[in-house]
């Protein structure tokens, strides 16, 4: 990708290259969402993935499931 011109603090970039992002973003959502499904069927249940990176994280278990549900929502919803 080119890089974006920039005036008076302004980014501007050129149609195709929004079309490269929207595809890269798009990419990057299928393969977040295809990753978690592979770690959902890799043998331990949706609990216990949330319970392990609350632990690695401190991150709330709500936090986590949110997240894991965005995933699997974005991907229904731009990829599809």
Known sequence: MAKPEVTDGVTRISPREKSERKEFLAYSIEEAANALKKILSAGLNRRAIVVLVAEETKVTRGEIN?????????HKTYCT
């Open 66 to 74: 949110s997240v894991l549900t965005a995933l699997e929502n974005l």
